[in-house]
Nanobody, 124 residues
Framework: QVQLVENGGGLVQAGGSLRLSCAAS????????MAWFRQGPGREREFVAA????????LYADSVRGRFTISTDNAKNTVFLQMNTLVPEDTAVYYC?????????????????WGQGVQVTVSS
Protein backbone atom coordinates (compact mmCIF):
# COMPACT_ATOMS: atom_id res chain seq x y z
CA GLN A 1 0.00 0.00 0.00
CA VAL A 2 1.32 3.41 -0.97
CA GLN A 3 1.81 5.99 1.77
CA LEU A 4 1.50 9.61 0.67
CA VAL A 5 2.74 12.74 2.45
CA GLU A 6 1.90 16.20 1.16
CA ASN A 7 3.92 19.35 1.73
CA GLY A 8 4.11 22.90 0.45
CA GLY A 9 0.87 24.39 1.64
CA GLY A 10 0.55 27.76 3.28
CA LEU A 11 -0.87 31.26 3.09
CA VAL A 12 -0.48 33.26 -0.10
CA GLN A 13 -2.00 36.42 -1.50
CA ALA A 14 -4.30 36.31 -4.48
CA GLY A 15 -2.29 36.22 -7.68
CA GLY A 16 0.55 34.34 -6.03
CA SER A 17 1.90 30.84 -6.51
CA LEU A 18 2.53 27.72 -4.48
CA ARG A 19 3.96 24.32 -5.32
CA LEU A 20 2.61 21.31 -3.50
CA SER A 21 4.55 18.08 -3.31
CA CYS A 22 3.43 14.56 -2.50
CA ALA A 23 6.11 12.06 -1.56
CA ALA A 24 5.22 8.40 -1.95
CA SER A 25 6.61 5.43 -0.05
CA UNK A 26 5.78 1.75 -0.04
CA UNK A 27 5.09 1.92 -3.75
CA UNK A 28 6.20 3.48 -7.00
CA UNK A 29 4.27 6.40 -8.45
CA UNK A 30 5.16 5.15 -11.92
CA UNK A 31 2.82 2.23 -11.27
CA UNK A 32 -0.02 4.47 -10.10
CA UNK A 33 -2.30 7.06 -11.52
CA MET A 34 -1.74 10.08 -9.28
CA ALA A 35 -4.18 12.86 -8.54
CA TRP A 36 -4.86 15.94 -6.47
CA PHE A 37 -8.23 16.67 -4.90
CA ARG A 38 -9.29 19.50 -2.63
CA GLN A 39 -11.97 20.29 -0.10
CA GLY A 40 -12.82 23.88 0.66
CA PRO A 41 -14.75 25.16 3.70
CA GLY A 42 -18.30 23.81 3.63
CA ARG A 43 -17.74 22.13 0.27
CA GLU A 44 -17.52 18.62 -1.08
CA ARG A 45 -14.18 17.14 -2.01
CA GLU A 46 -13.50 17.94 -5.65
CA PHE A 47 -11.12 16.82 -8.33
CA VAL A 48 -8.23 19.15 -9.22
CA ALA A 49 -5.76 17.31 -11.46
CA ALA A 50 -4.52 13.84 -12.33
CA UNK A 51 -1.72 12.20 -14.29
CA UNK A 52 -1.69 8.69 -15.67
CA UNK A 53 0.93 6.17 -14.61
CA UNK A 54 2.55 6.53 -18.03
CA UNK A 55 2.66 10.30 -17.68
CA UNK A 56 1.03 10.67 -21.07
CA UNK A 57 -2.41 11.75 -19.91
CA UNK A 58 -3.10 14.76 -17.70
CA LEU A 59 -6.57 15.76 -16.56
CA TYR A 60 -7.58 19.08 -15.02
CA ALA A 61 -10.69 20.55 -13.51
CA ASP A 62 -12.06 23.42 -15.57
CA SER A 63 -11.56 25.78 -12.65
CA VAL A 64 -7.79 25.25 -12.58
CA ARG A 65 -6.91 24.50 -16.20
CA GLY A 66 -4.26 26.93 -17.41
CA ARG A 67 -3.28 27.89 -13.85
CA PHE A 68 -2.29 24.57 -12.26
CA THR A 69 0.15 21.97 -13.55
CA ILE A 70 0.56 18.41 -12.30
CA SER A 71 3.92 16.72 -12.77
CA THR A 72 5.92 13.80 -11.48
CA ASP A 73 9.53 13.08 -10.64
CA ASN A 74 9.88 9.31 -10.72
CA ALA A 75 13.45 9.45 -9.42
CA LYS A 76 12.18 11.18 -6.28
CA ASN A 77 8.93 9.19 -6.26
CA THR A 78 7.10 12.48 -5.90
CA VAL A 79 4.18 14.20 -7.60
CA PHE A 80 3.84 17.98 -7.71
CA LEU A 81 1.07 20.49 -8.18
CA GLN A 82 2.27 23.89 -9.36
CA MET A 83 -0.42 26.44 -8.64
CA ASN A 84 -0.22 29.86 -10.25
CA THR A 85 -2.50 32.89 -10.28
CA LEU A 86 -4.19 31.71 -7.13
CA VAL A 87 -7.60 33.09 -6.18
CA PRO A 88 -9.43 32.97 -2.83
CA GLU A 89 -11.70 30.23 -4.21
CA ASP A 90 -8.65 27.96 -4.33
CA THR A 91 -8.56 27.96 -0.52
CA ALA A 92 -8.91 24.35 0.57
CA VAL A 93 -7.22 21.33 2.03
CA TYR A 94 -5.42 19.64 -0.85
CA TYR A 95 -5.10 15.86 -0.92
CA CYS A 96 -2.81 13.64 -2.95
CA UNK A 97 -4.21 10.28 -4.07
CA UNK A 98 -2.96 7.16 -5.85
CA UNK A 99 -4.81 4.57 -7.93
CA UNK A 100 -3.15 1.41 -9.20
CA UNK A 101 -6.11 -0.44 -10.57
CA UNK A 102 -7.64 1.46 -13.44
CA UNK A 103 -7.42 4.18 -16.04
CA UNK A 104 -6.68 7.69 -14.79
CA UNK A 105 -9.88 9.25 -13.52
CA UNK A 106 -11.48 12.33 -12.00
CA UNK A 107 -13.54 10.10 -9.70
CA UNK A 108 -12.32 10.14 -6.10
CA UNK A 109 -13.82 6.72 -5.42
CA UNK A 110 -11.32 5.17 -7.85
CA UNK A 111 -8.34 6.16 -5.69
CA UNK A 112 -7.31 3.72 -2.97
CA UNK A 113 -4.56 5.61 -1.19
CA TRP A 114 -4.73 9.13 0.20
CA GLY A 115 -2.44 11.55 1.98
CA GLN A 116 -3.38 13.45 5.11
CA GLY A 117 -3.92 16.72 3.27
CA VAL A 118 -2.25 20.12 3.33
CA GLN A 119 -3.91 23.50 3.86
CA VAL A 120 -3.74 26.17 1.18
CA THR A 121 -5.16 29.58 2.05
CA VAL A 122 -5.40 32.38 -0.50
CA SER A 123 -6.09 35.84 0.88
CA SER A 124 -7.80 38.55 -1.15
Amino acid sequence: QVQLVENGGGLVQAGGSLRLSCAASGGTIGRNNMAWFRQGPGREREFVAAVSRSGNIRLYADSVRGRFTISTDNAKNTVFLQMNTLVPEDTAVYYCAADRESLVSRDASRYENWGQGVQVTVSS
